[in-house]
């Protein structure tokens, strides 16, 4: 299974930008679905994640009420809307993917537990 990220891009702050995870090679049904980023010199976070069979979501504290997961399940694709976008939100984001059924709640905070990772966007919010 192969993910690709896109939608990345410059916004200012408060804007929005709608990230999307392309999976090919594997129908979307067998996976969660991951969101996660990092900034520059830090670690990579779990930011928010869905479970495609049954549409389960959870969020990152810190993003509750601006971010949300969903899926297209279709178009083998899941989208991450951004809105209310702070300087703080600046990354690369990426998406993984981790086996359905498992407790995907908690593990958005273990990035290591998740698989198949794109190669990245990158977002920069500006102030």
């Known amino acids: 299974v192969r993910l690709k990220e896109s939608g990345g891009g410059l916004v200012q702050s408060g804007g929005s930008l709608r990230l999307s995870c392309q999976v090919s090679?594997?129908?979307?049904?067998?996976?969660?679905i991951g969101w996660f980023r990092q900034a520059p010199e830090k670690g990579r976070e779990g930011v928010a994640c869905?479970?495609?069979?049954?549409?389960?979501?959870y969020y990152k504290d810190s993003v509750k009420g601006r971010f949300t997961i969903s899926s297209d399940n279709a178009e083998n694709t899941v989208f991450l809307q951004m809105d209310n976008l702070k300087p703080e939100d600046t990354a690369v984001y990426y998406c993984?993917?981790?086996?359905?059924?498992?407790?995907?709640?908690?593990?958005?905070?273990?990035?290591?537990?998740?698989?198949?990772w794109g190669q990245g966007t990158q977002v920069t919010v500006s102030s």
């Open positions: 869905i479970s495609a069979s049954d549409g389960r979501t």
């Open positions: 090679g594997s129908s979307l049904g067998y996976y969660a």
């Open positions: 993984a993917t981790v086996a359905r059924g498992l407790r995907i709640g908690e593990l958005l905070g273990r990035p290591n537990a998740w698989a198949n």
